[in-house]
DNA sequence: CCAGACGTTGTT
DNA sequence: GTCTGG
DNA sequence: CCAGACGTTGTT
DNA sequence: GTCTGG
């Protein structure tokens, strides 16, 4: 799945790969993005496309209390399922990262990788996004990162893996015109030999510390 | 009709 | 909110 | 995802 | 064990 991810650009970087205007919020790099924190993610916005923050955890409109919200959607349901479909239908939103963790679980520890793209540069992840409002509270946006099958890469240490959304078919996955039957096409493994891992540093596990020195390779 | 569920991950 | 189960 | 907390009484 | 917070 996806519990922690990276996104380590710099603004320019960002802005300009995401084709989004100057970004209205403080930006900094971030090397271990965990549930609950504020993110940057990219929607349509009056036609255009814009970049704000909104928390990771998505809550359904309907809910009334108040929870962490859901930080994943699975690809092969989100469609159906009644806490998520209203906002595949309409609120669909790229997350920016360059890597992403995973744990791999075996009896006796659990150890932290970093993937990170073959060919370096910023990803999209696909996500949804949603808005709620509690009585007497401000209006809050949560968002949630769809998952799918782990690929020949990220199989060895996890079996689910985040949908990467390929650079072409960004646009097509903002438009709220696009059929489902093309969605479909969009929520797929990341193609084999697309992500590299290393081991890291369990330092990864707090959330935090978030600081560069976490991409380093963990010794052994 | 109303009541109750609605989700992900992992684990056993 | 919207669907399923009783 | 992992880390860290996990309680009681009365009162406003 | 299970929930909340980040």
Redesign the pocket.
Known sequence: ????YTLTSDADEVVEVFDVPPLAFAYRPRYNI????EAPVVARDRGGRRMGLMR??LV?????E?????????????A???????AFRRRRCLVPADGF???R???HA?T?FHYRPTAGGLLSFAGIWERWKRPGQEVRYGF?IL??AANGDVAPV???MPVVVAPDRREAWLDAGTPAEVLRTLLVPAPDGSFAARRVS?R?????VDDATLLEAAEG
């Open positions: 799945m996806c519990g922690r965990a549930p609950g924190q990771w955890g359904p409109a309907w809910a009334d108040e929870s962490g919200g859901f930080i994943n959607a699975r690809s092969e349901s989100v159906r399922t009644p806490s998520f479909r209203d963790y995973e744990w679980r075996d009896a659990r932290p949630a998952t799918t996890h079996h689910r369990t990864v596990n707090s959330p935090e």
